[in-house]
């Protein structure tokens, strides 16, 4: 990972720990992909992922999450949570970085 993701994942990282949620991993790497972010948010188990743009001239942050992304989230999601006696209840959010902008998505991306 470059510098510029690396800063983008820990600003993303103080900025979830600044909401209340504990880090669990950073970087959890399986056979389908990585998570950038695994949190806890009270009961449930949050997967994050961390997109940064410098402008919205691509459409931004957000706009970069594709389908094929989502889909290996999900799939390396499964993965984590095989290692989990009870998993608890889960969802995805992104911290999209655009610019100085920091937009915390909750529960947007689906399986």
């Known amino acids: 990972m470059n510098d510029k993701g690396q800063l983008a994942e820990q600003q993303a990282a103080a900025y979830l720990i600044e909401h209340g949620l504990t880090i669990l991993a950073r970087n959890w790497s399986c ?6 972010l695994v949190a806890q948010d009270g009961k ?9 743009r ?24 499964q ?5 989990i006696k009870s998993p608890p209840a889960c969802r995805f959010d992104a911290i999209c970085i655009d610019g100085q902008t ?10």
């Open 79 to 83: 993965q984590y949570l095989q290692g």
């Open 31 to 36: 056979r389908h992909g990585e998570i950038d």
């Open 54 to 77: 410098q402008s919205n001239r691509f459409g931004g942050a957000a706009a970069s999450i594709t389908p094929a992304k989502q889909a290996k989230l999900w799939a390396s999601a």
């Open 44 to 52: 449930q188990l949050v997967f994050v992922e961390v997109r940064m």
């Open 102 to 111: 920091i937009s915390w998505l909750k529960n947007c991306i689906s399986a």
